[in-house]
Nanobody
């Protein structure tokens, strides 16, 4: 069994910063691509950023230049540094990881962490 636990969400004023963390634990042989998604009320869940095992990153246009995704494979953790936050960044942020336990990878999701940006 694999668990993803996010932390670091909260309430921040526009222009502020937050850092989200996601710890992957359980039956892990390897972790492939890790990613952050977000879902605002009444909207679909969208990709924010992802990072591969070779540390290649990809970002949604709306967060480029403001958010940075990085991972620490010694800690099985992925982070999302969010700077210059805007009210439109308000959403529940979900961690996603492709985890190899045995055989091909399985995608897992965290429970989500709320980020609220006030104007």
């Amino acid at each position: 069994q694999v668990q993803l636990v996010e932390s670091g969400g909260g309430l921040v004023q526009a222009g502020g910063s937050l850092r989200l963390s996601c710890l992957v634990s359980g039956s892990i042989f390897a972790i492939e691509t890790m990613a952050w998604y977000r879902q605002a009320p009444g909207k679909q869940r969208d990709l924010v950023a992802h990072i591969t095992t070779r540390y290649r990153t990809n970002y949604a246009d709306s967060v480029k230049g403001r958010f940075t995704i990085f991972r620490d494979d010694t800690k099985n953790t992925v982070y999302l540094q969010m700077n210059s936050l805007r009210p439109e960044d308000t959403a529940v942020y979900y961690c996603n990881a492709q985890v190899v336990s045995s055989g091909p990878f399985t995608q897992y999701w965290g429970q989500g962490t709320q980020v609220t940006v006030s104007s």
